[in-house]
């Protein structure tokens, strides 16, 4: 067996709220919509990947998900347009990772980083 794709799913009674973020901020295509559960993401192939953690580095929380962009400074400028406070960073991990920690619209703690 060799497992294919890891979802994320996310719990809110107002499913149309994710389109602001995960849509219009981070530029994620709608990938299925049937009115009570919305997929983002994009076509490109994808890396199976589950991380688990007991703190985010550098004493950070947790984050509920991380996202890897190949632009932080556009993605920052987004979430900042979007009205989204920025809860950590920008910042240059020791592990060579630029990331800023940020909430999506049900609250969930957003890792937005870069390899550097």
């Known amino acids: 067996m060799k497992t294919l794709r890891i979802v994320a799913n996310i719990a809110t009674p107002d499913v149309a709220a994710a389109k602001r973020f995960y849509e219009t901020v981070l530029g994620l295509d709608t990938l299925m919509d049937h009115g009570w559960l919305v997929t983002y993401g994009t ?14 580095g550098s004493g950070t929380p947790v984050p509920d998900l991380s996202v890897e962009v190949d632009d932080l400074d556009e993605a920052l400028r987004r979430v900042r347009a979007g009205g989204f406070a920025i809860e950590y960073g920008p910042v240059t991990e ?18 937005i980083l870069t390899h550097l």
């Open 43 to 56: 076509d490109a192939a994808a890396r199976v990947q589950i991380s688990v953690a007991s703190e985010g």
């Open 94 to 111: 020791p592990w060579q990772v630029r990331r800023f920690f940020t909430r999506d619209p049900f609250g969930r703690l957003v890792n």
